[in-house]
Nanobody, 114 residues
Framework: QVQLEESGGGLVQPGGSLRLSCAAS????????MGWYRQAPGNQRELVAI???????TYADSVKGRFTITRDNAKNTVFLQMNDLKPEDTAAYYC????????WGQGTQVTVSS
């Protein structure tokens, strides 16, 4: 049973944009925080951005001013708009949803390269 469905990753040139989406199953109730994390080869998984149910946001310093996280509570969906992408943004991006339990997506690859 798929709980989180991610989409939107891919290959993009430096300076380009991508938009990630993560739709949580309607069977997941009382969602509070939704967020995005990333993990590059050889590195630990790190926070990219989080958004609360009320819309408060937190960003990693490395993405401030370039990435924007939003959510649609009616559709249990969170988005990550990524602009001005850099090679160091290359990683697998994981969606995280917090309700009565914590759910992780399967990951979507973002590669920034010329």
């Amino acid at each position: 049973q798929v709980q989180l469905e991610e989409s939107g990753g891919g290959l993009v040139q430096p300076g380009g944009s991508l938009r990630l989406s993560c739709a949580a199953s309607r069977s997941i109730f009382r969602i509070t925080d939704m967020g995005w994390y990333r993990q590059a080869p050889g590195n630990q998984r790190e926070l990219v951005a989080i958004i609360t149910y009320g819309g408060s946001t937190t960003y990693a310093d490395s993405v401030k001013g370039r990435f924007t996280i939003t959510r649609d509570n009616a559709k249990n969906t969170v988005f990550l708009q990524m602009n001005d992408l850099k090679p160091e943004d290359t990683a697998a991006y994981y969606c995280k949803v917090v309700s009565l339990s914590t759910y992780w997506g399967q990951g979507t690859q973002v590669t920034v390269s010329s």
